[in-house]
């Protein structure tokens, strides 16, 4: 998922625009504006999902786990990250 999605999905979470809004034609003012916003709601439980109470846990839970779900029926492999500007690589990306 690319940053922007996440800021998208996590302002589902947040109830701060309807799960309806993908984002798509907004200006880059208002995706860092959503940021902001998603940024606080987050700041407010430490950044961890734990710390959510459990109505927001369990909205983040579906939506994450229905963005999982679309993801692999698009062709999405956990491990494989392709950069298109990397070429076809099909090497896991290792994080730290």
């Given amino acids: 998922?690319?940053?922007i999605g996440g800021?998208?999905?996590d302002a589902w979470v947040f109830e701060l625009i309807p799960e309806t809004e993908s984002g798509e034609g907004w200006q880059?003012?208002?995706i860092q504006l959503l940021h902001d916003r998603v940024a606080a709601?987050?700041?407010k439980y430490g950044l961890?999902?734990?710390n959510l109470p459990p109505e927001?846990?369990?909205r983040h839970s579906r939506i994450h786990e229905?963005?999982?779900e679309r993801a692999r029926e698009l062709?999405?492999?956990?491990?494989?990250?392709?950069?298109?500007e990397m070429g076809d690589s099909e090497a896991p990306v290792l994080r730290d």
């Fill in 75 to 84: 062709g999405w492999q956990p491990g494989l990250d392709v950069d298109s």
């Fill in 28 to 30: 880059l003012a208002q």
């Fill in 66 to 68: 229905e963005a999982i």
């Fill in 48 to 50: 961890r999902v734990t």
């Fill in 1 to 3: 998922m690319t940053a």
């Fill in 56 to 58: 927001l846990r369990a």
């Fill in 41 to 43: 709601e987050w700041d």
């Fill in 7 to 9: 800021i998208i999905k």
